[in-house]
């Protein structure tokens, strides 16, 4: 079976990125990473690739006049199978997704459709989860749309909300389960593409 060909995008740490990465390296990996994309020149998740010589380009509007369009054109250069967006603060271009259609996806930090939408990423979302009383948070990965975290959602992964949280210590722990859900869903996704379809999911590793 050939390897899936994942692209990532980010803009900032790049943590997302990097569990990935670390997951495409173990034995029998059926995905590798062979393209990151940033918009932010200074990102972690940039650097990151350029340490470990995964193909890295940013791209933004100060780097180019149509960003939409050098994105897609860089993700079919490389043959991207699947496009995964992780902690990427703007809207995926029409052209890009008209060309990936549901080959892209995101993570985002709460259990959609709740905390989710514009204006809703960093500690915002924990914060939201915190105000609104919530005993459970979690880790949704769903299709890109032209709204943010409005996609159909394929896997979410819960995280308890514990006495005594603060938006920092919550995004820690769901942190650590986007980590554990995306690379499973990748790898699912690598195995069955039936996967991309949106279905109830259950991580494989116990949490
Ligand atoms: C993650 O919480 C992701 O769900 C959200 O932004 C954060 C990115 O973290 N969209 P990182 O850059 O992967 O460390």
């Known amino acids: 079976m050939p390897e899936l060909r994942v692209a ?4 900032h740490n790049g943590s997302n990125l990097r ?5 495409s390296l173990l034995a029998d990996a059926p995905f590798r990473i062979v393209l ?3 918009n932010n020149s200074d990102s972690g998740a940039l650097r990151y690739a ?17 960003p939409d369009e050098a994105m897609r054109a860089a993700l079919v250069e490389h043959q991207a199978d699947l496009v995964v967006t992780a902690g990427y603060l703007k809207k995926i271009g029409p052209r890009t997704r008209s060309a990936f259609a549901t080959r892209i996806i995101n993570v985002h930090p709460a259990l959609l459709p709740r905390h989710g939408g514009p204006g809703m990423y960093g500690r ?4 939201a989860v915190l105000d609104a009383g919530d ?6 990965v769903h299709h890109v749309s032209g709204e943010y975290d409005a996609g159909e959602v394929i896997a979410r992964i819960e995280v308890p909300v514990r006495g005594g949280d603060t938006a920092e210590t919550l995004a820690a722990r769901v942190l650590e389960a986007e980590h554990t859900l995306l690379p499973d869903v990748v790898r699912r996704i690598a195995h069955d593409s039936n996967a991309l379809r949106s279905h109830p999911f259950e991580p494989t590793s116990d949490r």
């Open 135 to 140: 005993h459970v948070s979690g880790v949704s």
């Open 8 to 11: 990532v995008i980010a803009s």
């Open 19 to 23: 569990a990935l990465h670390r997951a």
């Open 50 to 66: 350029r340490e470990t010589r995964i193909p890295a380009v940013h791209v933004s509007g100060r780097t180019h006049d149509d």
């Open 36 to 38: 990151v994309v940033s």
């Open 124 to 127: 915002r979302v924990h914060q």
